[in-house]
T-cell receptor, first 115, second 112 residues
Framework: ETGVTQTPRHLVMGMTNKKSLKCEQH?????MYWYKQSAKKPLELMFV???????ENNSVPSRFSPECPNSSHLFLHLHTLQPEDSALYLC??????????????FGPGTRLTVT | QKEVEQNSGPLSVPEGAIASLNCTYS??????FFWYRQYSGKSPELIMS????GDKEDGRFTAQLNKASQYVSLLIRDSQPSDSATYLC????????????FGTGTSLTVIP
């Protein structure tokens, strides 16, 4: 247990559905991240939030929409996804100290299948 | 060129041996380096972080960093079957914001 929780753990959705992934961290960190992990590929950083402000958006399609209402909660809203979006979606958090060292702690992930 | 490169393996070592995992990175401005362990079907678990040249030891794990050669490694002493997992190398660059770059991972199997 890393102190980062994610729900749901598994999600199957059709291409016309709308769903949301939720992440919550109990570590007192000020930065949160969404990653996508597909088979045979490196972890892909999708979004970064520092102090609730989005600081990175790595050319992610608009069918993925993040929301960070406070430093402890992060959402990923999904709509009109494609089958190639099926993957493990990981949330992580870290303490941004403005200098060096950003040890990230991951949640258990949401296994998403788009049918 | 990939930001972070790892030998995908699989790497097999007998129980009790030393497992050596290697990682190279492309950009000299990388500042922070991490090793994660990921069991099949699970999320990555942080096992080591290293920020300066040299060795850092934590129990059976030793991380080694050589910034001049852009090389970071992880040694696992007295390997156990429970160490069988995929090991991910990650680097953080401050010049591109709070960006983390991960390798594809090395699959390690410890044979009893």
């Amino acid at each position: 247990e890393t102190g980062v929780t994610q729900t749901p753990r598994h999600l199957v959705m059709g291409m016309t559905n709308k769903k949301s992934l939720k992440c919550e961290q109990h570590l007192g960190h000020n930065a949160m991240y969404w990653y996508k992990q597909s088979a045979k590929k490196p972890l892909e950083l999708m979004f970064v939030y520092n102090f609730k402000e989005q600081t990175e958006n790595n050319s992610v399609p608009s069918r993925f929409s993040p929301e960070c209402p406070n430093s402890s909660h992060l959402f990923l809203h999904l709509h009109t996804l494609q089958p190639e979006d099926s993957a493990l979606y990981l949330c992580a958090s870290s303490q941004d100290m403005g200098g060096s060292g950003y040890e990230q702690y991951f949640g258990p992930g949401t296994r998403l299948t788009v049918t | 060129q990939k930001e972070v490169e790892q030998n995908s393996g699989p790497l097999s070592v007998p129980e009790g041996a030393i497992a050596s995992l290697n990682c190279t990175y492309s950009d000299r401005v990388s500042q922070s380096f991490f090793w994660y362990r990921q069991y099949s079907g699970k999320s990555p678990e942080l096992i080591m972080s290293i920020y300066s040249n040299g060795d850092k030891e934590d129990g059976r794990f030793t991380a080694q960093l050589n910034k001049a050669s852009q090389y970071v490694s992880l040694l696992i002493r007295d390997s156990q079957p429970s160490d069988s997992a995929t090991y991910l190398c990650a680097v953080n660059r401050r010049d591109t914001g709070n960006q983390f770059y991960f390798g594809t991972g090395t699959s390690l199997t410890v044979i009893p």
